[in-house]
């Protein structure tokens, strides 16, 4: 069960093993390329130099202590301060060879991080339209970018906090056994492994809450994207409240699920604290008495000592780092289960491209459903020859609009084929398919950007003189010039600062510059008004001159000079022909031709009342 809103799985079904997680990441800490790899190698041997420094160190400044100690004449301490000396080196060395570490390692962990970014972006591009429909972007985003500093922590912190956590733990427990006691080292290693046990097994605990806190932070911000996203629309309502309500109801979980998370930080370092104030306790004891039998010197118990502080400094941050870790990994979790989706729609293996030749089009058979329960398409064949246009007309849910999902292969048929000068479409690339064909829209939603950047997205390589060209094809460039800031105007969100015409400009624009072989208009004037659809309509026909066109159309005046009118009742062709065949059938393009002149005369009547002037019959 997937939570709307959420790109988490649900626990335990879509969870992979932690190791699983990490295993997805191993391939970065060893990248492809040699100048990488090289410095990866220098990072070890940098962290190998820190960490023998930082376990010798405290043995320099015990020498010095006992020097001292033992030493009351002036002429001898002049050996104390050689090893004070030394000791000082070695703590300057140990700090160089941290740093250069983490320099040379910062290519690794960045390169890392824009990799796998940049291969979810690419695959969340790849996969199908089904995908997209059942997500939301605000929580996708999130995911990604939760993912890719999970990334930077588990490379920077595994490789260079834990592991050398425990190799340090092995040295000085061996350095203690071998100068004093095995009581000493064990003390030290019982600490240790109670330490990391707590902190093991209460972090596990606290896991399901980190769960929760994302899946309601991510709730949280898609709700937020999305109410500001649609701006106009809460206005109309006057919903403001309503959003509001919906945002705190997200809030009002984080906060819950934070709280959890905070009290549950307090009973860990409780936890801790105990554990490393009963074993500090002990050794020191223990050294205590050594000293006073005369077993160790004053040294030595500083020496342990500072071990102790050293050691228990580093628990301290792998408790930090532990359950830093664990919240990277379910972050990363969700980002890799992004990429194990599933391709729905994808290439054969070694696929042609698409050869254009002339653009003609042919639907057979075609057999189509968003799933077992909802089919849209039975059975339906056409052609459209290369060069002629093709009008689609139906009621709402007839299937118009999933023709041209299909023919850009958003979806693959159910059965039958779509042809393009003779190729399956299914056979050929995505890509080429799609660079074959151009589409105005009903609904055009454009970038926030310029005007210009809108226009060229059809073509990015395309020169600014080309834009333009594109743009008096389209009749927008006098809109345009008459702007102070001409082609670099910002058009806001989705295209908010322009009309429903300005904006249809802009798209036919668009596709002007891709230059397509076949071209598509999507219900591209249903939603202006009389004025501005028959000026829009003349730049469609100008575009549309000597390409193949298939129009999916409601209102039946814009199909009236198409070669040929398809009738789509409930996914089948229940008719089809020229507009005065059709006309002359007495079926049902003409019952929707009658009503809709009926509605178009009322329109006129009701203009003509308000202005006071004569109806046009």
């Given at each position: ?9 649900a626990?335990?079904?879509g ?11 191993a ?5 492809q390329?040699?100048a990488?790899r ?7 041997l ?17 020498d010095?202590v ?9 002429l ?6 050689g ?13 160089l ?19 796998v ?7 969340l591009h ?40 425990l ?15 095995g ?5 030290t ?5 109670l ?5 093991v ?8 809450f980190l ?5 309601s ?8 994207v ?10 109309y309502f ?22 959890k998370?905070?009290t549950?930080?307090?009973m860990l ?8 104030a ?18 160790m010197r004053v040294?030595?118990f500083v ?6 502080l ?5 628990m301290n ?23 194990r ?5 994808a ?7 698409l ?6 089009v ?66 050929c ?13 009903q ?8 005007i ?6 059809g073509?990015?390589?395309a020169?600014?003189a ?18 102070p ?18 904006k ?27 004025h ?10 100008e575009?549309s ?5 298939l ?6 005046s ?6 040929q ?11 089809r022909?020229r ?17 809709q ?12 009342i ?8």
């Open positions: 069960m997937r939570h709307r809103g959420s790109d988490y799985p626990p335990p079904d969870r992979r093993h932690d190791l699983q997680t990490l295993k997805s990441l391939p970065y800490l060893w990248p390329e040699a990488l090289a410095r990866v190698v220098g990072a070890l940098f962290l190998l130099a820190n960490k023998l420094l930082g376990v010798y160190v405290p043995v320099l400044f015990r010095a006992n020097s001292l100690a033992l030493t009351p004449g002036r001898a301490v002049a050996v104390p301060v090893l004070l000396l030394a000791y000082g080196g070695a703590r300057v060395l140990a700090q060879s941290g740093e250069l570490r983490d320099v040379l390692f910062a290519r690794v962990t960045q390169r890392a991080m824009r990799t970014a940049l291969r979810v972006f690419r695959h790849a996969l199908s339209l089904r995908f997209h429909l059942d997500r939301q972007t605000g929580g996708l985003n999130r995911g990604i970018e939760r993912g890719c500093r999970g990334i930077e922590f588990l490379l920077s912190f595994t490789l260079f906090n834990i592991l050398p956590t190799l340090e733990v092995v040295l000085v427990c061996g350095l203690l056994w071998r100068l004093y006691d009581r000493f080292a064990l003390i290693f019982v600490t240790i492994a330490y990391a046990g707590i902190t097994f209460i972090t596990d605990w606290r896991t399901k769960r929760q806190a994302n899946q932070d991510q709730e949280a911000n898609t709700k937020a999305d109410s500001l996203v649609n701006f106009e629309t809460v206005k006057g919903n403001e409240a309503h959003e509001a309500a919906r945002y705190d109801v997200s809030l009002r979980q984080y906060e819950e699920s934070s709280v998370v905070k549950t930080v307090s370092n409780m936890g801790q604290g105990v554990v490393i009963v074993g500090a306790t002990l050794i020191m004891l223990l050294a205590g008495r050594e000293v006073a039998q005369g077993r040294g030595d020496l342990v000592n500072t071990y102790l050293q050691l228990y400094l580093q941050a792998l408790g930090f780092v532990y359950r830093e870790i664990k919240r990277s990994l379910i972050d990363m979790e969700a980002m890799f289960a992004l990429l989706q599933n391709r729905e729609v290439d054969p293996p070694q696929a042609p491209p050869r254009v030749r002339g653009g003609d042919v639907f057979e058979h075609v057999s189509f459903g968003y799933g077992p329960e909802r089919p849209i398409l039975h059975d339906v064949s056409f052609t459209v020859p290369a060069g002629q246009t093709l009008a689609v007309v139906g009621a709402s849910g007839a299937g118009k609009s999933t023709l041209s999902r299909l023919l850009f292969r958003f979806y693959d048929v159910w059965s039958g084929r779509i042809l393009i000068d003779g190729q399956d479409i299914r056979g690339t995505q890509d080429s398919v799609r660079a074959a064909i151009g589409i105005v829209p609904d055009t939603v454009l970038f926030n950007d310029s210009g950047y809108n226009i060229a997205y073509n990015p390589a020169t600014p080309e834009v333009e060209r594109a743009a008096r094809l389209a009749h927008i460039h006098a809109f345009v010039q008459s702007l800031e001409g082609y670099a105007t910002q058009v806001g969100e989705r295209g908010l600062k322009l009309s429903g015409g300005e249809q400009r802009v798209a036919i624009a668009r596709t002007i510059l891709k230059g397509p072989a076949i071209l598509l208009f999507d219900e591209a004037t249903s939603a202006l008004d009389t501005t659809e028959r000026e829009i309509q003349q730049s469609l026909r575009v001159q000597n390409r193949t066109t129009v999916i159309a409601h209102r039946l814009t199909v009236v000079e198409a070669d009118i398809l009738v789509l009742e409930q996914g089948r062709i229940v008719e022909g507009h005065q065949d059709l006309l002359a059938l007495g079926g049902r393009y003409a019952g929707m031709w009658a009503k002149q009926e509605a178009a005369q009322l329109q006129r009547e009701l203009r003509a308000e202005t006071g002037s004569r109806p046009a019959p």
